[in-house]
């Protein structure tokens, strides 16, 4: 399954609502995950099961879609958030990730 | 609290073999479905295999382009799991995170399932190079 996020890159200010798009190259039902990384740090999990939001994750965050098309949306952006993001699909083997978005202060 | 510590990564020559470990703690690896994922210097997020429970036999699973050059085990009374790598490669030179799947009950199916990864280790870096 290849996962394909648009955009790569994304600049931003603090307090904008950005939107980063997961499209999936077969139906993953709800099987999608979307995970922060910062720089020399392990990717933490955002959002599970495609709208779950992780214990702890701020409320600002949040996940929707469905089989092939997927979003994370930031309601307003915060400077921690400041980051790269992956999707990640479990539903079938191998296991993929998009390519990443990094999104950058403007 | 459950943490995960990755060890073994260095400098190796095109075509050595390593180890890498990690250590578990605060959960049990015998139920734990566990995976590595690794990230090329300024690139994204490769998975490189998992390895299943004791209770499918610790069956393992490899993306394709490392299959018969990686390989999973684990020592579930140690709560350490390894990732053996051989024939390295250049393009093998990667941050190596170890990862736990997470068990929830899947409400679309009424089974138990293995989903996304939570938590991960601080990773080891592994360079292949003459």
């Known amino acids: 399954i290849q996962l394909t996020q648009s955009p790569s890159f994304l600049s931003a200010s603090v307090g904008d609502r950005v939107t980063i798009t997961c499209r999936a190259s077969?139906?993953?039902?709800?099987?999608l995950a979307w995970y922060q990384q910062k720089p020399g740090k392990a990717p933490k999990v955002l959002i599970y099961s495609a709208s779950t939001l992780q214990s702890a994750v701020p409320s600002r965050f949040s996940g929707s879609g469905s089989g092939t098309e997927f979003t994370l949306t930031i309601s307003s952006l915060q400077p921690e958030d400041f980051a790269t993001y992956y999707c990640?699909?479990?539903?079938?083997?191998?296991?993929?990730f998009g390519q990443g978005t990094r999104l950058e202060i403007k | 609290e459950v943490q995960l510590v990755e060890s073994g990564g260095g400098l190796v020559q095109p075509g050595g073999s390593l180890r890498l470990s990690c250590a578990v703690s605060?959960?049990?690896?015998?139920?734990?479905?566990m995976d590595w994922v690794r990230q090329a210097p300024g690139k994204g997020l490769e998975w490189v295999g998992r390895s299943r429970n004791r209770v499918t036999s610790h069956a393992t699973e490899y993306a394709a382009s490392l299959k018969g050059r990686f390989t999973i085990s684990r020592d579930d009374s140690n709560n350490a799991l390894f990732l053996h790598m051989n024939s390295l490669k250049t393009e093998d030179t990667a941050v190596y995170y170890c990862s736990r799947a997470v068990k929830y009950n899947d409400l679309l199916t009424g089974y138990y399932n293995w989903g996304w990864f939570d938590p991960w280790g601080q990773g080891t870096l592994v360079t292949v190079s003459s």
């Open positions: 990640q699909q479990v539903n079938f083997y191998p296991i993929t």
């Open positions: 077969q139906d993953i039902s709800s099987y």
């Open positions: 605060g959960f049990s690896l015998i139920d734990h479905y």
